[in-house]
């Protein structure tokens, strides 16, 4: 019976967190009198049926890919050298506020626009990544839009969290007056 409540409770807590993603994946578990299945809703026209929770999400997220509706997270190749290569909490430390892209939604369980401290922290906590992860801060003047871009196992480069990069100088609201005491 544990089993079950763990199971239903993960279940919730995916599709509330799916539900809540820039391009919502809603996941609807019907219980008819013989069998139930769960249905899967994405954009305006992604639906499905499967008979498992883990094969409604699948499904979901494969229909999105496929349509080419999600923003595009893997970087330009080579746009990186081992002169940028930093770690993820360096990256991290480099920025004013960060916004997870969806994927790392699923594991920060964080959504929208967080001080850079505040996302160091999350990533703390989390058991699933590390602030050690090699990464590096892309400042958008390229091809690839701002973001900390971490690598995964097929050595390819992708955008973790999009930045707001902080500055050297902010800048400055009004007249500057400069004043001189005289003797």
């Known amino acids: 019976m544990a ?3 763990d199971q239903t409770g ?5 599709t509330e967190r799916l539900a809540a993603l820039p391009i919502p994946i809603r996941i609807i578990h019907h219980k008819p009198e013989h069998g139930a ?3 899967w809703k994405t954009l305006l026209t ?4 499967c008979g498992t929770f883990a094969d409604a999400v699948i499904g979901a997220i494969t229909y999105q890919q496929e349509q080419q509706q999600t923003q595009r997270l893997s970087a330009t190749p080579a746009r990186y050298t081992l002169e940028t290569v930093a770690t993820l909490g360096e990256c991290l430390r480099r920025t004013r506020k960060v916004r997870p892209t969806p994927v790392l939604y699923l594991y920060l369980g964080a959504q929208g626009w967080l001080e850079s401290m505040d996302a160091y922290d999350l990533v703390v906590k989390n058991r699933s990544i590390e602030l050690s992860w090699d990464a590096y801060l892309e400042d958008g ?3 690839d839009p701002a973001g900390i871009y971490l690598f995964g196992s097929d050595g390819g480069a992708y ?3 999009d930045v707001e990069l ?3 100088y902010p800048p ?3 007249t500057i007056h400069i004043l001189r005491e005289e003797d």
Not at 10 to 14: G, I, P
Not at 46 to 49: A, K, L, M, Q, R
């Open 37 to 39: 299945w769960y249905q």
């Open 166 to 168: 902080a500055e050297a």
């Open 3 to 5: 089993h079950h409540n």
């Open 10 to 14: 993960l279940e919730q807590t995916l």
């Open 159 to 161: 955008r973790g969290f």
């Open 172 to 174: 400055q609201r009004g």
């Open 46 to 49: 992604g639906t499905g049926d």
């Open 141 to 143: 003047h390229g091809p």
